[in-house]
């Protein structure tokens, strides 16, 4: 099956506790990102990456950080959570320069507590 | 700067009517492509139908189409014979060169469609 999974699908941890996420795509894609959905539904990118290389880094925390080991995975650490990165974040692929064929994964929500 | 709006929050449909959702965005580029998705209640974000800006024909997708009206910088989802597995929350998203750069994305509109 060709798709974007994440995993876990859901989190429940503590403030100041480090949690990582992974995401994989199997669709051949070369573009990986990682969004955060806010409890309004407001949707925002947060990392970009290309090949492996970061190519953005919207204004995020700095206790969040992207992680690639190849063009198929790119996971999302995060380093002494707090309250405020409750949401759901969502890993998205697209091949690029075509970019139509954006995908995104099911989504992990975290709830720190 | 880029910047999307859906001012509707909540819609309902009866099934089989049809509905339209509306969009606006603000670019400064010429080209640009945007984008509508649905979220499941799952939050899985499945993708519907996109428009590129150099083209005028509204795009058509089984029971999707969009409206597009570039000058106004306004674009509608139109889902024709709605049912209940329609509802879920449609978002509209901008994507602008360089491409596989990012998505900005509208707050969505949340459907509710009765049987």
């Known amino acids: 099956e060709t798709a974007v999974f994440q995993t876990p699908n859901y989190h429940v941890t503590q403030v100041g506790n480090e949690v990582s996420f992974n995401c994989k795509q199997t669709l051949g894609h070369d573009t990986m990102y990682w969004y955060k959905q806010d409890s309004k539904k407001l949707l925002k990118i947060m990392f970009s990456y290309n090949n492996k290389q970061l190519i953005v880094n919207e204004t995020v925390p700095r206790r969040f950080s992207p992680q690639s080991s190849d063009k198929a995975h790119l996971n999302l650490r995060i380093k002494s959570v707090e309250p405020e990165d409750s949401a759901v974040y969502l890993c998205?692929?697209?091949?690029?320069?075509?970019?139509?064929?954006?995908?995104f994964g099911s989504g992990t929500r975290l709830l720190v507590i | 700067a880029q910047r999307v709006t859906q001012v509707q929050p909540t819609g309902s449909s009866q099934w089989g009517e049809e509905v339209t959702l509306d969009c606006s965005y603000e670019t400064s580029e010429y080209f640009y492509r945007i984008f509508w998705y649905r979220q499941l209640f799952s939050g899985e974000m499945v993708f519907l139908i996109y428009q590129p800006s150099f083209d005028t024909q509204n795009q058509r997708s089984g029971r999707y189409s969009v409206v597009f009206q570039k000058s106004f910088k306004s674009i509608s989802l139109v889902i024709s014979a709605s049912q209940p597995e329609d509802s879920g929350t449609y978002f509209c998203?901008?994507?602008?060169?360089?491409?596989?750069?990012?998505?900005?994305f509208g707050t969505g509109t949340s459907l509710l469609v009765d049987p």
């Open positions: 998205a692929s697209s091949s690029g320069t075509a970019n139509s064929d954006y995908t």
């Open positions: 998203a901008l994507s602008e060169p360089p491409w596989g750069y990012k998505l900005t």
